[in-house]
Each structure stands twice: as structure tokens, then as C-alpha cells.
């Protein structure tokens, strides 16, 4: 643990073994463990840091609180989720599997008129250029398990209940509840919050700041049987409107499979019944395309409900504490980013946390760039999404107009977000109200304004 207790400068190591013990005692833990980082969560986000840093020589200990394999949502990758997966040895594994190849992107009128397909491979000759639609219980497995390939300890069905501070607001490990029922505690000079939409550090901390405008609902579903596309369309993500700039998601899945979703402003869904399958088959006659793709299908399984759809935290980090993935911002999903930022940012935590270690440096300004750095990539998204939600915009009208700015439209659709989009989005705002970027989340927390949680 010399490496850990280095981060704390003038406070003393004696101190911090002082207050673990009488942490301990204060909780009637019988067992405690030491490790260099404790990751908290183990989805896209949370095992990726985790592979990252276990590749990297540190012990990890990674706590989730359920047990693979498990459902979630949010199937479709973008292309530049490549270059994560390639990092931690996985896309051959992808293609093992078997996921449903994913060429485009496609929009869809209410009267059922598709926009010309954006192609990727048209954009960029790369492997890449073909991504998939996954199922995410076999998808967060895989990665879970290859950060356990790489030396990660990962416990399963494991709550956490607190984050745990010295005297002076440092996060110096977490206390949890095993899958036997048992108290114990992790101690660790690092702390990565990976726990999704639960975002446990942000709710602790009050940190979460929601969007002003992309304040959604979504309801989703599953069909069997449901009309493909042919040729390279087959696998695409359509994104069909709906009445007060809603739309549906479409995306095939293997088997057979279609996941189809629907995401609107709370009054317009709820406005006439607040039962699912009923709002569902309502909206369903707004856009012809996607009743003509359900016709044949059967809907099966359960009605799916979720709502706060776009936040980010305040901070990005505290003293020994750093957050990543939906745990740090989340953006509504119509241009399917959730997985690549969770995978993107868990490669960038990964990085940035073994390189606060070697210095000894895990105080929250550690992260900064961290959080520069991830925040510019959301605000290009972000802006991409404001535009789609303006009622006078459309893709088609700015490419019409700039044609010469097809490929940094495609560069955010694909995931290429961390460079310049000065020039899109100048012209963007011929069509629509675009935001102004977001202060807060960039930096970590000032020491004096922390809460401990």
C-alpha cells in the first residue's frame, strides 16, 4: 500500500491506518480488505477501468451489486466503441458471438419516407466501419469477464452502502454488504464510481445537475418476428418520428429479435393513458414504417419505463474519488452514445487513475483534464441532440447547405467526438438553437466544498 498512502502528502499513514481501524470498529465489520482501487459497478464503464488498470500491474477490486448475466438496456453500439474493445482484446470475441452487424443509421418520417441511410463504411475504410447491436447481458459479460482475465478481482451480488472519508473529505474506500449478508469494508487510495444511472456518489454527494431541456421518458419493448431491412439494412438503427418531436428506436437484435423503444416529453406519452402497452400501440399509428416493420411480429415479454433522461454531475471527481460513465453524465440516447461513453470514459478513468497513483497525486484536481477531456465529447453530442429535438431542423437541410461538412456530421454519428466541430455546429445554427456548453463536471470538487457522504 506505499503507493496509495503517498497520495495523502503531509497526512500521515499512521492516521490513515487509525482511522481504518476505528472505521472498522465503529461498523462491526469482521473482515476488511486492501486494494489500490475499488471500482464500484462492473458494467461497460466500471470493467473496462478495471481491465485497464489490472492490465496495468494494480490490484482491483471491482464490487457489483448484481450477478451476470443480467438484463439492461442499450444495445447499439456506435463504430468508434472499436477501438475500446480492440484495446482490451475483445473484438474478435464480438465477432464470435455472433451480434447482429450494424452498417448505418437511418431516419424515418411519420408517412414513412427514410432519409439516405449515413453508411459508415462510406465515411471511413476501416474495420470499424462495422459495429453491432448487442445483447447487453452477453455483452457486459464478456467484458466483466476479460477484466477478470486480467487479474481484476470482481465480487458479484455485493451492495455498497457508503463511501467512506478521512478527516479531511478524502474518499479512502466504501463499506458493503456481500452476498452472504456480511458487512465488510475495501480500503483503497482510489475510488471509481461506475454504478450507472444509480450514480450512488452523485446522490450521496448531491452532485447531479439535470439537463435543462432533454428531459424525456422512454417506454420499450420487444417484438419476434418483425420486418428487416434487406441487404447491409438489415442490421441498421432507424430512428422513426413521432408527433412533438418523439420517435422510436428500432434496432434487430439476433434471434430473431427486435428491440423498439419510444421516447417522448412526459405530457405528450402520458397525455391520454399512463398504461405502456396501451400508449405503445397509440404511437405505433403515428409512424408508418415502423407499423409496417411490427405487422408481422409478436410483441413478448414485459414493458420497459424510465424517466430523468440527460444529467451530468457537478463534479467529476473528489479526493481519491473519480466518476465514470452514467455514474458522471448521461445524454439522451437517440444517437445510441450510452455505450461508448461508458466505454470511452472507462478506458479514460483507467488511464487517468494509474497515473494519479505513480505520482502519488489522487486529490480531486488530479482528474481535471479528465473531466475537460470527457466533457468536450459530451457537448459535441449534446449539441448533435439539441439540433434533432429543434423543430426546424433536419439532416438533410445542413447537409443540403454544407455539403462539405457530410463527414464531421458522421464523425459525431460514428463517435469521433474528442476534436473540433467549430465549423458543423457554426452552421448548425442556421437550423437550429443549439445549447451553450455546460460549465459544471469538467473539474473535480474543491475540498471545501465537498460533502462526505
Given at each position: 500500500?506505499a503507493?496509495?498512502?503517498?497520495?495523502?502528502?503531509a497526512r500521515?499513514?499512521e492516521i490513515?491506518?487509525?482511522?481504518?481501524?476505528?472505521?472498522?470498529?465503529v461498523?462491526?465489520?469482521?473482515?476488511?480488505?486492501?486494494?489500490d482501487?475499488?471500482?464500484?459497478?462492473?458494467?461497460?464503464?466500471?470493467?473496462?477501468?478495471?481491465?485497464?488498470?489490472?492490465?496495468?500491474?494494480r490490484r482491483?477490486?471491482?464490487?457489483?451489486?448484481?450477478?451476470?448475466?443480467?438484463?439492461?438496456?442499450?444495445e447499439s453500439?456506435?463504430?468508434?466503441?472499436?477501438?475500446?474493445?480492440?484495446?482490451l482484446?475483445?473484438?474478435?470475441?464480438?465477432?464470435?458471438?455472433g451480434?447482429?452487424?450494424?452498417h448505418s443509421?437511418?431516419?424515418?418520417?411519420?408517412?414513412?419516407?427514410q432519409?439516405?441511410?449515413f453508411?459508415?463504411?462510406?465515411?471511413?475504410d476501416?474495420?470499424?466501419?462495422?459495429?453491432?447491436?448487442?445483447?447487453?447481458?452477453?455483452?457486459d459479460?464478456?467484458i466483466?469477464?476479460r477484466?477478470?482475465?486480467?487479474?481484476a478481482?470482481?465480487?458479484?451480488?455485493?451492495?455498497?452502502?457508503?463511501?467512506?472519508?478521512d478527516?479531511?473529505?478524502?474518499?479512502?474506500?466504501?463499506?458493503?454488504v456481500g452476498?452472504?449478508?456480511?458487512?465488510?469494508?475495501?480500503?483503497?487510495?482510489m475510488?471509481?464510481?461506475?454504478?450507472?444511472?444509480?450514480?450512488?456518489?452523485?446522490?450521496?454527494?448531491?452532485w447531479?445537475?439535470?439537463?435543462?431541456?432533454?428531459?424525456?421518458?422512454?417506454?420499450?419493448?420487444?417484438?419476434?418476428?418483425?420486418?428487416?431491412?434487406?441487404g447491409l439494412?438489415?442490421?441498421?438503427?432507424?430512428?422513426?418520428y413521432?408527433?412533438e418531436?418523439g420517435?422510436?428506436?428500432?434496432?434487430?437484435l439476433?434471434d430473431?429479435i427486435?428491440s423498439v423503444?419510444?421516447?417522448?416529453e412526459?405530457?405528450?406519452?402520458?397525455?391520454s393513458?399512463?398504461d405502456?402497452?396501451?400508449?405503445?400501440?397509440?404511437?405505433?399509428?403515428?409512424?408508418?414504417?415502423?407499423k409496417?416493420?411490427?405487422?408481422?411480429?409478436?410483441?413478448?415479454?414485459?414493458?420497459?419505463?424510465?424517466?430523468?433522461?440527460?444529467?451530468r454531475?457537478?463534479y467529476?471527481a473528489?479526493?481519491g474519488?473519480?466518476?465514470?460513465?452514467?455514474?458522471f453524465?448521461?445524454?439522451?440516447?437517440?444517437?445510441?452514445?450510452g455505450?461508448f461513453?461508458?466505454l470511452?470514459?472507462?478506458?479514460?478513468?483507467?488511464?487517468?487513475?494509474?497515473?494519479?497513483?505513480?505520482?502519488?497525486?489522487?486529490?480531486?484536481?488530479?482528474f481535471?483534464?479528465y473531466?475537460?477531456?470527457?466533457?468536450g465529447?459530451i457537448?459535441?453530442?449534446?449539441k448533435l441532440?439539441y439540433?434533432?429535438?429543434?423543430?426546424?431542423?433536419?439532416?438533410?437541410?445542413?447537409?443540403?447547405?454544407?455539403?462539405?461538412?457530410?463527414?464531421?456530421?458522421?464523425?459525431?454519428l460514428?463517435?469521433?467526438?474528442?476534436?473540433?466541430?467549430?465549423?458543423?455546429?457554426?452552421?448548425?445554427?442556421?437550423?437550429?438553437?443549439?445549447?451553450?456548453?455546460?460549465a459544471?463536471?469538467r473539474?473535480?470538487?474543491p475540498?471545501?466544498?465537498?460533502?462526505?457522504?
Open positions: 500500500m503507493t496509495g498512502l503517498r497520495r495523502f502528502g500521515n499513514g490513515f491506518n487509525l482511522l481504518w481501524g476505528n472505521w472498522r470498529k461498523w462491526g465489520m469482521k473482515t476488511s480488505v486492501e486494494c482501487v475499488v471500482v464500484i459497478g462492473a458494467g461497460p464503464a466500471g470493467a473496462t477501468a478495471a481491465a485497464v488498470l489490472a492490465e496495468k500491474g482491483v477490486i471491482v464490487l457489483e451489486k448484481s450477478r451476470f448475466p443480467r438484463y439492461h438496456i442499450g453500439l456506435m463504430p468508434f466503441c472499436y477501438f475500446t474493445l480492440e484495446r482484446g475483445l473484438v474478435g470475441k464480438m465477432n464470435e458471438i451480434f447482429t452487424q450494424k443509421v437511418q431516419f424515418v418520417t411519420g408517412d414513412g419516407r432519409s439516405r441511410p453508411y459508415f463504411f462510406q465515411h471511413r476501416h474495420p470499424s466501419s462495422r459495429t453491432w447491436q448487442v445483447l447487453r447481458s452477453q455483452f459479460q464478456m466483466a469477464e477484466a477478470r482475465e486480467l487479474g478481482e470482481i465480487r458479484e451480488g455485493v451492495r455498497v452502502k457508503e463511501l467512506v472519508h478527516a479531511g473529505g478524502a474518499c479512502v474506500g466504501v463499506t458493503a452476498a452472504d449478508g456480511e458487512e465488510f469494508g475495501v480500503r483503497a487510495p475510488t471509481i464510481d461506475a454504478t450507472g444511472r444509480d450514480a450512488f456518489a452523485q446522490s450521496k454527494k448531491k447531479r445537475v439535470r439537463d435543462p431541456e432533454l428531459q424525456k421518458v422512454a417506454l420499450w419493448t420487444y417484438y419476434k418476428g418483425a420486418k428487416r431491412d434487406p439494412d438489415e442490421g441498421a438503427t432507424t430512428v422513426a413521432i408527433p418531436r420517435w422510436f428506436w428500432y434496432i434487430p439476433q430473431d427486435v423503444g419510444l421516447v417522448g412526459r405530457d405528450y406519452l402520458y397525455r393513458s399512463r405502456p402497452a396501451a400508449i405503445f400501440d397509440a404511437e405505433i399509428e403515428n409512424n408508418q414504417w415502423i409496417e416493420h411490427l405487422e408481422p411480429g409478436r410483441q413478448f415479454g414485459q414493458y420497459w419505463t424510465t424517466g430523468e433522461y440527460s444529467y454531475s457537478k467529476c473528489g479526493d474519488l473519480v466518476l465514470a460513465g452514467d455514474a453524465s448521461f445524454l439522451d440516447p437517440v444517437f445510441s452514445s455505450v461513453l461508458a470511452k470514459s472507462g478506458e479514460m478513468v483507467g488511464d487517468a487513475v494509474d497515473a494519479a497513483l505513480q505520482v502519488g497525486d489522487c486529490s480531486a484536481s488530479a481535471d483534464a473531466g475537460e477531456q470527457l466533457c465529447g457537448e459535441a453530442m449534446r441532440v439540433a434533432f429535438y429543434d423543430e426546424g431542423f433536419s439532416f438533410g437541410d445542413l447537409i443540403k447547405a454544407n455539403p462539405d461538412l457530410r463527414g464531421d456530421l458522421t464523425d459525431c460514428i463517435g469521433d467526438l474528442f476534436r473540433d466541430f467549430s465549423d458543423l455546429f457554426a452552421a448548425a445554427q442556421d437550423f437550429a438553437e443549439l445549447p451553450a456548453p455546460l459544471h463536471g473539474q473535480g470538487a475540498e471545501a466544498r465537498q460533502v462526505a457522504g
